[in-house]
């Protein structure tokens, strides 16, 4: 069983947009949680982006993201979005949704790669010049 599923991906030429979805496969895994989307370049460490709690909505983002993505939640279809705007090529990357039932520091949903007990297996953004 696949717990979390991500689509939306593709490629887009730089200062375009695409809107991620994450698709929760049962409610335990989306309810009154922390949905949190990474991306992975080869080599490197995965990166937090946007996290939301869907119990209130309340979201939090990296610096790098900040004021480009945007992540929201449609609880009617344990799904929550990424939308990514002004996308440049270093945004290049698989892109993964996680959730977890606990918070981070603070309340926070941008936590550590392996605080999360549930990964989706991931979308490939792909950005031109």
């Known amino acids: 069983q696949v717990d979390l599923v991500e689509s939306g991906g593709g490629s887009v030429e730089a200062g375009g947009s695409l809107r991620l979805s994450c698709t929760a496969s049962?409610?335990?895994?989306?309810?009154?949680?922390?949905l949190t989307w990474f991306r992975q370049v080869p080599g490197k460490e995965r990166e937090g982006l946007a996290g939301i709690f869907t119990r209130d909505g309340s979201t939090y983002y990296a610096d790098s993201v900040k004021g480009r993505f945007t992540i929201s939640q449609d609880n009617a279809k344990n799904t929550v979005y990424l939308q990514m705007n002004s996308l440049k090529p270093r945004d290049t990357a698989m892109y993964y949704c996680?959730?977890?039932?606990?918070?981070?520091?603070?309340?926070?949903?941008?936590?550590?790669?392996?605080?999360?007990?549930?990964w989706g297996q991931g979308t490939q953004v792909t950005v031109s010049s």
């Open positions: 049962d409610e335990y895994v989306y309810t009154s949680n922390c």
């Open positions: 996680a959730a977890d039932s606990a918070r981070g520091p603070g309340g926070s949903c941008l936590k550590r790669p392996y605080e999360y007990n549930w």
